[in-house]
């Protein structure tokens, strides 16, 4: 396996911020440069879908039944600018590989990612009860987000019109997603983001790593959800960060894919501002 993981040649794609008119700001140009940055952050969940490239191409449908993949968000990627991405054999392990994105000199994402013999067990879903999104979402704070607390279910119809605009987006032409009709790794990392942002009012934040492990691969027609629950809620260096354990689901019962997502929902430039 390691022969065709060194095969893989670099991938390169011209990064584009799909979220510059979101509720999130820190996509915004003005908002973004008031933060230290050169302009709005290409957002990390596409980031993620970049750093899947050379996994996706390397195993194919295999990723997305007992695959894995981490990506830790080290610097930002701008709209426009060139991402490079790059694979190399873990030693030792041959059904592994470490995965860099590097862009204008810098290296702005890592993460691992690895075919397993097989899934791991299976999520008990009785830990993860549904919940309401709610009517009147609270501002993001320990007390909205504590820990052991449900987020609210949020679910959305993947369909062909959805996804190809996605593939579009974050410039992705492997066949497995545009021909075969399965979903895109980085649209699954999409729903950590979709729970958070249902569930509380945040100002702008910052999504600064994902650990996805996939179980079954969600089709293109099917109505995706998820299910988190927020595993912890601390602050580091100004920042107020929040941790989840997402379970994303296809037709509300089979398990696509459990995701441990980080971010920071209030980031203490804001909070010095107060």
Known sequence: ?????????????????????????????????????????????????????????????????????????????????????????????????????????????????????????????ADFPTAPLPENRPPASPESLPTGGMLGTYELCLDEKTMAGYLADVRETLPLYGDAGLIHPGMISRFGNRALAGSVVLGPWIHVGSDIQFFSPAKVGETVSVRARVTNNYERKGHLFVQMDAVVLAGGERVVARIDHTAIYEPRQVRAAE
Not at 22 to 48: Q, R
Not at 97 to 114: D, F, H, N, W, Y
Request: glycine share 8%; net charge negative.
């Open 1 to 125: 396996m390691s022969s065709a993981i060194e095969a893989i040649a670099d991938y390169q794609v011209e990064a584009y911020n799909t979220s510059k008119d979101s509720d999130n700001k820190i996509h915004d140009d003005t908002v973004a440069k008031k933060f230290g940055f050169s302009g709005g952050l290409v957002p990390g969940v596409d980031v993620y879908a970049y750093l899947s490239h050379p996994a996706a191409e390397c195993w194919g449908e295999d990723f997305l039944t007992r695959g894995s993949a981490d990506c830790r968000l080290l610097l930002p990627v701008y709209d426009g600018a060139t991402a490079t991405v790059s694979a190399k054999p873990v030693a030792g392990d041959d059904n592994a590989m470490t995965i860099t994105v590097e862009s204008a000199g810098q290296l702005c994402a890592t993460g691992t990612a690895r075919l397993h013999d097989a899934a791991p067990a299976l999520p008990d879903l």
